[in-house]
């Protein structure tokens, strides 16, 4: 049974760091490329960003991108997304996904039908 358990969700002030993290159990990890995807309250759910298995491509929306940065540790079957300089927009749950990719190292997916699992979601809230 695959198990998705984000963690690092909290209240922050405009400016702030968070880092968020998965940790993946009931998977072969490193078969798996990851996502976070985030849905904030009356909005769609969308991508944030990705990682392939290796860890060597990524992807991010252009709202987050050189303030998030995503990174995987194999070995500890973890993915994190550090956030910085968090914006009120930011606000949202957070989703941690995984998708059971064959291709190695593979591209990061953004659609959120190219993913197998989800996490519960940890909720973030920036104020401003």
């Known amino acids: 049974q695959v198990q998705l358990v984000e963690s690092g969700g909290d209240l922050v002030q405009a400016g702030g760091s968070l880092r968020l993290s998965c940790a993946a159990s009931g998977v072969t990890f490193s078969m798996y490329a990851m996502g976070w995807f985030r849905q904030a309250p009356g909005k769609e759910r969308e991508f944030v960003t990705a990682i392939n298995r290796s860890g060597s491509r990524t992807a991010y929306t252009d709202s987050v991108k050189g303030r998030f940065t995503i990174s995987r540790d194999n070995a500890k079957n973890t993915v994190s997304v550090q956030m910085n300089s968090l914006k009120p927009e930011d606000t949202a749950v957070y989703y941690c996904?995984?998708?059971?990719?064959?291709?190695?190292?593979?591209?990061?997916?953004?659609?959120?039908?190219?993913?197998?699992?989800w996490g519960q979601g940890t909720q973030v809230t920036v104020s401003s």
């Open positions: 996904a995984a998708r059971r990719a064959l291709e190695w190292p593979g591209l990061p997916k953004t659609y959120g039908y190219d993913y197998d699992f």
